[in-house]
C-alpha cells in the first residue's frame, strides 16, 4: 500500500512539474509552440540516440574497472547487459525498485560470494559520478562569476545551490574515504569497541581496497569524464533538432545542474524537473525560446528511453528474469 500511495504521489508531482515547465512561469514566452514531427531535424535526433549509448558503454566501463578493484571479473559485455537493464529500473522504478538494487541482485546471483564488493562496487560508482560531474561543473563555471551572476535571479539560485551542492559532495565523499582509512577507523574503532554487525565491520576493509587500487579507481573517473560529455552532448543535439542554434557551450553549462537536481526522488525519472531546470538555464543563459528547451528537454530523455527500452528486452531473457520482489529480498538481506 505505500509503495502505491509512493508511486501516486510521484505521478501527481511529475503531472505538476510538467506543467510548470509547460506553462513557462516566471520566463516570457517568444516562441511560436512546440515543434511537430515533421520540423524536427530528425539527424540530430538520431545522432543524440547514439551519443546516449555511448553514455550506457562508458558508464559500464566505469562501473567494470571498479567490480575489477573488488575482485569481481565479468566480461564487459555484462556489465554493459546490466548497465543497461539498471537504465530501464532508473527510469521506471519498477515495483518501487531502482538501477541500483537490479544490477546488484543480477550479479550477486552469478556471484553470491561477492556481494559485499558487488554493492560497494555500485555506491563507489555514484561517487565516482559525483565527483566526475563535480569537476566539470567548476571546469565550465570557474571564472565565469561575474557573467554568471549578470543572470536573472532565479537561475542565479539555481547556480549557486550547484556551487554549494558540488563542493558538499566532494567534501563527503573525501570524509568517506578518510574514515574508511585503517589508521582513522582505528582510531575510532579500536579493539574493543569495533561494530557488532559483521557487515558493518567489513564495510571500511572493503572501501579501503578502492584506495589500494588507486589505478582501477583513475580508470572508473577517467571513463565517467569521457561519459559526462557524451551524455550531455545528447541533449545538445536535441535542441539543435527542434531548431535552436544553441552553441554546446551553454549546454555543457546547464546540464550537470539539471542532471543533479533531475535526480532527486520528486518525479519519476526527473520528468518534469529537468525540463524546467533545462528551460530556466537555457533561457538564462542563451535566450532560447521556452518551447524549444522543453522539447529538446524531453527528445533527450527519449533518446535515452530507447536504450532502457533494450534493457528491457535483455530483463526478459530466462537468465535475467525476476521480479520486483525477488530483487528487493536479496538487495535488503543486510
Same mark, same amino acid.
Given at each position: 500500500m505505500k509503495k502505491w500511495l509512493l508511486f501516486a504521489t510521484k505521478l501527481v508531482l511529475t503531472a505538476l512539474c510538467l506543467w510548470w515547465a509547460f506553462s513557462g512561469v516566471g520566463i516570457e514566452r517568444e516562441g511560436t509552440g512546440l515543434p511537430g514531427p515533421s520540423e524536427l531535424a530528425w539527424p540530430w535526433i538520431i545522432a543524440g540516440t547514439l551519443l546516449a549509448g555511448l553514455t550506457v558503454l562508458t558508464t559500464a566501463l566505469r562501473w567494470w574497472f571498479l567490480l575489477l578493484a573488488q575482485g569481481v571479473r565479468i566480461r564487459l559485455w555484462?556489465?554493459?547487459? $546490466?548497465?543497461?537493464?539498471?537504465?530501464?529500473?532508473?527510469?521506471?522504478a519498477l515495483g518501487g525498485v531502482?538501477?541500483?538494487?537490479?544490477?546488484?541482485f543480477l550479479l550477486v546471483r552469478d556471484h553470491p560470494e561477492r556481494k559485499m564488493g558487488v554493492t560497494l562496487a555500485v555506491l563507489m560508482d555514484h561517487l565516482i559520478g559525483m565527483v566526475a560531474m563535480s569537476m566539470m561543473f567548476f571546469a565550465v563555471t570557474a571564472g565565469?562569476?561575474?557573467?554568471?551572476?549578470a543572470l536573472d535571479t532565479m537561475s542565479r539560485g539555481i547556480l549557486r545551490f550547484a556551487w554549494v551542492f558540488f563542493t558538499g559532495g566532494l567534501v563527503a565523499v573525501g570524509l568517506m574515504f578518510l574514515l574508511a582509512s585503517p589508521k582513522v577507523h582505528g582510531w575510532i574503532h579500536p579493539p574493543g569497541r569495533e561494530w557488532s554487525s559483521e557487515f558493518l565491520r567489513k564495510i571500511p576493509k572493503t572501501y579501503d581496497i578502492f584506495r589500494?587500487?588507486?589505478?582501477?579507481? $583513475?580508470?572508473?573517473l577517467v571513463f565517467s569524464l569521457l561519459m559526462l560529455p557524451a551524455y550531455y552532448s545528447s541533449f545538445w543535439c536535441t535542441a539543435r533538432a527542434v531548431g535552436s542554434g544553441v552553441d554546446i557551450g551553454p549546454v555543457l553549462t546547464a546540464m550537470p545542474v539539471v542532471d543533479a537536481l533531475a535526480a532527486m526522488p520528486i518525479s519519476i525519472a526527473g520528468i518534469g524537473v529537468r525540463e524546467k531546470v533545462f528551460q530556466v538555464l537555457m533561457h538564462a543563459l542563451t535566450g532560447m525560446p521556452t518551447e524549444l528547451a522543453v522539447s529538446a528537454s524531453l527528445i533527450g530523455f527519449f533518446c535515452s528511453l530507447v536504450w532502457a527500452a533494450l534493457g528491457g528486452l535483455l530483463f526478459?531473457?530466462?537468465?535475467?528474469?525476476?521480479?520486483?520482489?525477488?530483487?528487493e529480498e536479496l538487495t535488503h538481506e543486510g
Open positions: 555484462r556489465a554493459i547487459e $546490466l548497465t543497461l537493464i539498471g537504465n530501464l529500473f532508473n527510469l521506471f531502482g538501477g541500483d538494487a537490479a544490477r546488484i565565469r562569476f561575474q557573467d554568471l551572476d589500494k587500487k588507486w589505478r582501477h579507481v $583513475l580508470a572508473s526478459l531473457r530466462p537468465r535475467d528474469r525476476a521480479t520486483p520482489h525477488e530483487i
